[in-house]
């Protein structure tokens, strides 16, 4: 099912179901090499999310800042490939959404245990904010926060169920959002966590 949750924020519910199991060989592979890690904010925070990416850009933050970077701070090596199962998945469901040709050259990858959250953001340390956003959802359920422009702004709150895939572009693309304190529960083939997958072009 298809649901618009604001013009250029299509929720496709279920996307990611058929092709799960590739997706989960492939997060593991990913994080054998380049390890999900709970990174620090420039304030000095230690997140919550522990964090990993793959493909060309990868999304990191430290004393220094919010940044993408080509190679992995633990290490120094480019991050991992973007995998077939990754690439395929996102440009469909881009294309799906209303977005063509989208080319994303980089994947954050989001591990979250019981009790992490993040807090409302907006996703803008990308070169191009034209470019959308799709997420990809697994494991625990997750009650995902949705505002406007303004942190003012009134928020809503929907489900982000295993499987959902969600594509954010056009006037949405600024948009305040966040996640809520995950709930302990067991995922029958995630276990005890959620994951996310955000794809972007950053770079
Ligand atoms: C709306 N991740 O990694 S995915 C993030 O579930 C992030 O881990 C959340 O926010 C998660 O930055 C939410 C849904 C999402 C992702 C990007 C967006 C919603 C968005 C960008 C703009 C507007
Ligand atoms: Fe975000």
């Not at 470019?131 to 359920?141: E, Q, Y």
């Not at 809520?180 to 529960?185: E, H, Q």
């Not at 995922?187 to 794809?199: E, K, M």
Request: glycine share 12%.
């Amino acid at each position: 099912g298809r649901e618009t949750l604001a013009p250029g924020a299509v929720i496709l519910r279920g996307r990611a179901i058929a092709t799960e199991a590739q997706l989960l060989e492939d997060i593991a592979r990913i994080s054998a090499a380049a390890p999900f890690r709970n990174m620090t904010t420039p304030g000095g925070y230690k997140m919550s999310v522990a964090m990993t990416n793959c493909g060309g850009a990868g999304w990191v933050t430290d004393a220094q800042g919010y940044r993408y970077a080509r190679n992995d701070p633990l290490g120094g090596a480019p991050w991992p490939a973007m995998p077939a199962s990754f690439l395929t998945l996102a440009k469909a469901a881009a294309a799906e959404a209303g977005f063509p040709g989208f080319a994303p050259d980089g994947c954050l990858i989001n591990r979250y245990e019981p009790g992490a959250k993040l807090s409302l953001h907006q996703d803008k340390d990308e070169q191009d904010l034209g470019h959308p956003i799709v997420s990809v959802s697994l494991g625990l359920p997750a009650v995902f926060q949705f505002g406007g422009l303004t942190r003012a702004a009134p928020v809503h709150r929907y489900p982000l169920l295993h499987g959902d895939v969600v594509v954010w572009g056009g006037p949405m693309r600024l948009a305040y959002h966040g996640i809520l304190a995950l709930k302990p529960g067991e995922h029958p083939r995630v276990g005890q966590i959620r994951l996310n997958l955000t794809f972007r072009h950053a770079l």
